[in-house]
């Protein structure tokens, strides 16, 4: 599916049970620097039966829309942050390849509870 998220289309795949904020998490994979959702294809045939899946190509990447600028690591904090409000994800993880472990954290933080300390 595309989705419009901070002004950008972005390609998302999204596999797996319906009822995510209810029973487990949410499992969202970002992928590697210059790679695209499809870098988890394996590891999303795998948990489809029991996980609600979500893998989207960042801005610039796979299917998605690429901008003349806002590349920075908070754009694509912000892009998932928005990602994960529009699906109206309520528990998720943040899975990554390494090349996007500050993005991982930033969008962490960005929901993170009052009462949360990461």
């Known amino acids: 599916m ?4 901070n002004g950008t289309a972005l390609n ?3 596999a797996g049970v319906e009822n995510y904020n209810k029973t487990r998490p ?3 994979f970002l992928h590697y620097f210059a790679g695209s959702s499809r870098a988890w294809t394996e590891v999303i045939r795998e948990l489809e ?3 609600h899946l979500v893998a989207p190509d960042l801005r610039g990447f796979g299917a998605s829309d ?3 600028e806002n590349y920075a690591v908070k ?3 912000d ?3 928005e990602l994960i409000s529009t699906l109206e994800i309520e528990n998720y993880v943040l899975s990554d390849d390494t090349g996007t472990f500050k ?3 930033r969008a962490a933080r960005r929901k993170c509870p009052a009462d949360c300390h990461p």
């Open 66 to 68: 690429s901008m003349p």
């Open 12 to 14: 998302v795949f999204e």
């Open 26 to 28: 949410s499992l969202i």
């Open 79 to 81: 892009d998932v942050a």
């Open 75 to 77: 754009d694509y904090a």
């Open 49 to 51: 039966g029991d996980y």
């Open 2 to 5: 595309r989705l419009k998220i």
């Open 103 to 105: 993005t991982r954290n």
